[in-house]
């Protein structure tokens, strides 16, 4: 544990517990900060839970439903039938859910892959998963247990996959494993079929439904390729390797990101259309930032979208930013789904992020595709 560099306190707090804990904590006097009203925001969403008075509220989101697992008589027959790409919580995190435990009761279904990175304490996507590992079905959990927020939660479902055979792993040493996807192999009648999830966003059913994420349901080959490597890299087995879709940090993602940006500052220069619109939770990569400043010179049109921290300021060179706005997200849902988008001459190329932000840790700690 680091060391305690500021403590936060309501002006009511008896000076004895205020002493005990500047000494526990080996706080100075400039460490301190009194504040009045809540200090612990978290704990408003309990207040929000218990209080009765719907007409303080905002009017329940009622989710849209997803059409194509409607019409299908099961999960696999809709995934094979095309991509599903779903957006949370407008449409019910449900599908996941049962996409997880549909895999995990499915007698043809050999094997489960999947990462975890914020686990509520009742989580039905683990106990599918301790369900999947009791029949007897090969599966492989790669729990993040600095996940913020969810540790002790996160800690207790290992054990528990663990106690029930389950191979679980806890990522890279020295990296923070961020990324989200599941990998469900299935025998079928013409062999060996691969299903993907791939998602912005945790697999927590509870903040599935008040953060806004996308997730994309396939079984095309090559995504089945790139999840089969994926996993082999997390748990140990292989080295990086090229993927075909998948851009992966720490050893691409950035350079990857640069060479798009790039490529649109050169389809400006030549005159075509070229645009670049990101959705981020926050921008401090200094590499990244100066991408941007170079591309808005060359005439790029720039349109960013950050929840959190920006340290990329327009006008900055000089006129370097005329061609770019900032904009922060809306305040309901919690925006966690990021988008670059870039736009070259007639062609839209989207890329799905469920990386934390454009920041050093795309390239030293974090493993995110």
């Known amino acids: 544990m680091g060391d305690a560099v500021r403590l936060q306190y309501d002006s009511d707090l008896p000076p004895e517990i205020l002493s005990r804990l500047v000494t526990e904590l080996e706080l100075d006097p400039g460490d301190l900060y009194v504040g009045e009203g809540f200090t612990a925001f978290t704990d408003l ?58 895999a995990a009761t499915d007698p043809r279904v050999l094997a489960i892959n999947m990462t975890l990175y914020r ?38 479902w290992a054990r528990a ?19 989200k996807a599941c990998l469900v192999v299935r025998q079928e009648p013409h062999g060996i079929r691969r299903y993907c999830h791939l998602s912005t966003g945790n697999y927590n059913a509870r ?27 997390l748990t140990g087995y292989t080295r990086p390797v090229r993927f075909n879709h998948l851009l992966v940090a720490p050893t691409g993602l950035r350079d990857a990101l640069a060479q798009k940006i790039r490529r649109e500052a050169a389809h400006a220069r030549a005159g075509r259309p070229a645009r670049i619109v990101a959705k981020v ?16 010179q060359a005439g790029v049109q720039i349109d960013l979208i950050v929840r959190g921290t920006c340290c990329l300021r327009p006008g900055v060179p000089a006129g370097a930013l005329s061609s770019q706005a900032i904009h922060g997200p809306a305040p309901l849902p919690c925006n966690e789904c990021r988008y670059p988008a870039f736009t070259r001459a007639l062609h839209t190329e989207f890329q799905l992020d469920s990386t934390p932000g454009v920041h050093p840790p795309h390239h030293p700690r974090e493993v995110t595709p």
């Open 45 to 102: 969403g309990q207040i929000y839970a218990a209080v009765d008075l719907p007409h303080l509220k905002d009017r329940p989101l009622v989710p849209h439903p997803v059409r194509a697992f409607e019409a299908a008589p099961d999960v696999w027959s809709a995934i094979r039938a095309g991509d599903i790409l779903v957006h949370h919580p407008y449409q019910p995190f449900d599908v996941v859910t049962r996409f997880v435990q549909d």
């Open 119 to 156: 686990v509520s304490p009742t989580s039905p996507i683990a106990k599918a998963l301790t369900l999947a590992a009791q029949a007897g079905k090969e599966v492989a959990v790669l729990v993040e247990l600095r996940a913020r927020f969810d540790e002790e939660a996160n800690i207790r």
């Open 161 to 179: 996959l663990e106690e029930v055979g389950a191979h679980v792993v806890y990522g890279l040493p020295g990296y923070k494993t961020h990324c």
């Open 207 to 233: 903040t599935g439904a008040i953060y806004a994420d996308t997730g994309l349901f396939t079984c095309r080959p090559e995504f089945g390729e790139d999840l089969t490597e994926l996993f082999n890299l």
């Open 281 to 296: 939770n926050s921008l401090v990569d200094w590499p990244i930032i100066q991408e941007l400043y170079d591309a808005s």
